[in-house]
């Protein structure tokens, strides 16, 4: 039997953001698996069947759409925003690496999708005009101080960063220990962008400074956007601000 899996990126909630690739995809899809919020975005469709699971069950949810798979089944696996970015690629590919040799000859099919910093950056101009960098403040999988040297050489060499999953109520101290770090390295202006739910009706973006930065801001729902030395705000009247990164970046001595 030959089997089938597509890991499809679903956007950031909107289905205006849904590629059509990955709606061809969800289409021909026999069995769907994901985290269940992230199901609940596809539209049902007869004789699809759904596979929801919990969320930190990545592991586990890859290697039942593997076996599902390998018996011939064509399934897909969804994600938020790209599944290539802190989300289901690299698990489905780590379960292949370790799996049986059924799984490395299946049919492994990767569909990109709007991952969250695009979604916010669009909101407000161009943050990500110049090198930036993308981070996951979660501890689950890697310990904290990884966490926070990646953090310290981030700023320290002019990147804007991205930082994915900010805080959980699992991880409630996390977010407000970077914003502490950052303000080490970078100028209390330094832009800050809070990107909540991005595409979906609750979304919220707020834009405010490093120093005025608070944790509290920010959920699992959000995506935040520190800005480098370069970053600018330029005020509108009577219309929301623009955040944008310069694309020639100031000299600076070796």
């Known amino acids: ?42 539209p049902p469709r007869a004789g699809q069947i ?20 390998a018996e011939g089944a064509n399934v897909a696996v969804v994600s938020g925003g790209d599944p290539g970015v802190f989300a289901m690629a690299a698990a489905i590919c780590e379960q292949i690496e370790s799996g049986p040799d059924a799984w490395r000859a299946l049919d492994v099919v990767f569909v990109p999708g709007i991952t969250a910093m695009l979604a916010v950056a669009a909101r407000i101009g161009a943050p990500l005009g110049h090198d930036f960098c993308a ?15 990646r ?43 809070f990107g909540r739910a991005v595409g979906r009706p609750d979304e919220r973006v707020n834009i405010t400074t490093l120093a005025e930065a608070d944790a509290a801001q920010a959920d699992m729902a959000t995506l935040v956007i520190i800005g480098s030395r370069e970053t600018r705000v330029i005020a509108r009247p009577g219309r929301p601000p623009l955040v944008y990164t310069p694309r020639a970046a100031a000299k600076v001595s070796a």
Not at 27 to 33: G, I, K, S, T, W
Not at 50 to 69: F, I, T, V
Not at 184 to 193: A, F, K, N, S
């Open 1 to 42: 039997m030959t089997g089938k899996l597509v890991v499809i990126g679903l956007g950031p909630g909107d289905p205006r953001y849904l590629t059509p690739e990955a709606a061809d995809a969800l289409a021909a899809a026999e069995a769907l698996y994901g985290y269940g919020p992230y199901l609940d975005r596809v």
């Open 50 to 69: 759904r596979h929801p699971s919990d969320n930190r069950e990545e592991g586990a949810r890859a290697a039942a759409a593997l076996r599902h798979a």
């Open 135 to 149: 981070l996951s403040l979660s501890d689950n999988l890697k310990p904290w101080n990884i966490v926070a040297r």
């Open 151 to 193: 953090l310290d050489a981030a700023a320290d060499a002019g990147f804007v960063i991205a930082l994915y999953n900010p805080i959980s109520r699992a991880r409630p101290w996390q977010f407000g220990n970077a914003l502490e770090r950052l303000r080490r390295h970078l100028p209390e202006i330094t832009p800050v962008v």
